[in-house]
């Protein structure tokens, strides 16, 4: 019997910022980017990465620095935003500018990449990963313009080098964690079935998470944590629930508004067939307007 593991957005929180417990960022990120080289340097604290619960309703958010010198910000969200992508985009754009100081060349410019974890369905689609990034493609050719850079690959008194696609634009991973069927074909499919169910599956062989199933089991949890995460989780249920509830009378607001708009729709269809039937007989529209309900005014709107 699998053990049951901590919540992967409570453990980001709380677990996963201690440089000991690296190792299980750098697993979930060397399946994802699919890398098994994938080295994470440090935790980095911006004005979009806070600690206290009540900065942000019900969201994670994490900032970290690789080998590569990437930043990497990885976000839990649990709840449906109605504009989700534009704070993506202003997030990444503020760790840009954030980590670009005054006199720096742009050729040191922060590459960023953006990764979300998403517990709603964002947008139509048939997958649960999508990936994207800035490209250029000719309008008339529909061909990927490649624009390439120099890197020196030795420092010997004659320098070698190679060129290499520049890749400085964001790059965006959307995970939508309900969509996983729990099939696992890929490493990343065993990381998102461990966040999806709170357990490592069987089997499973992905870099590093043979220690995610260690350290994030909640039997090792201590009195203190059990009781903050105890607290965590009645709070998420609770937000959940008030969502649930907005839903549900929304939706049954909306059945009352329908029947009535179809009450009047159905009274104002009535209305014109009257009106026209009494036209037909010759009747003025005075006359239509003392044996109906009908005001004058509306009459002449329904015969222009």
Not at 114 to 120: A, K, T, V
Not at 131 to 146: I, P, V
Request: charged share 35%; net charge negative; with cysteine.
């Amino acid at each position: 019997m699998s053990t049951k593991l901590i919540r992967f957005d409570w453990a980001m929180k709380r677990l996963l910022r201690d440089k000991a417990n690296f190792d299980i960022l750098e697993g979930f990120l060397c399946a994802l980017f699919e890398d098994d080289n994938v080295k994470i340097i440090s935790i980095l604290e911006s004005e979009s990465n806070q600690e206290d619960e009540d900065d942000k309703f019900n969201r994670v958010d994490l900032l970290v620095q690789d080998s590569q010198n990437r930043k990497i910000y990885i976000e839990i969200q649990n709840t449906r935003e109605t504009d989700y992508l534009e704070r993506l985009l202003y997030g990444t754009s503020k760790i840009i500018v954030e980590n670009q100081d005054l006199g720096k060349d742009f050729n040191e410019i922060s590459k960023v990449i953006s990764i979300s974890i998403l517990y709603f369905n964002l947008g139509i689609g048939d997958d649960y990963i999508y990936y994207g990034t800035t490209e250029f493609a000719g309008l008339n050719t529909g061909h990927k313009l490649l624009v390439k850079k120099r890197v020196n690959i030795s420092e010997t008194l004659e320098p070698k080098y190679k060129f290499t696609e520049k890749k400085i634009f964001p790059e965006y991973y959307l995970i939508t964690v309900e969509r996983y069927q729990d099939i696992v074909k890929k490493h990343i499919d065993e990381w998102i079935y461990m966040i999806k169910n709170n357990e490592v599956k069987e089997g499973s062989i992905s870099k590093n998470i043979d220690k995610a199933a260690q350290r994030l089991a909640q039997i090792n949890m201590t009195d203190k944590e059990r009781k903050q995460y105890e607290k965590f989780l009645i709070s998420t249920l609770r937000d959940q629930d008030a969502i649930d509830t907005a839903k549900e009378e929304g939706r049954e607001e909306g059945e009352k508004k329908g029947e009535i708009k179809g009450i009047e729709k159905e009274k104002k269809r009535r209305d014109i067939d009257l009106v026209r039937k009494c036209l037909k007989k010759g009747m003025s529209v005075n006359e239509i307007s003392e044996l109906t309900d009908l005001t004058i005014e509306n009459i002449n709107k329904i015969i222009m």
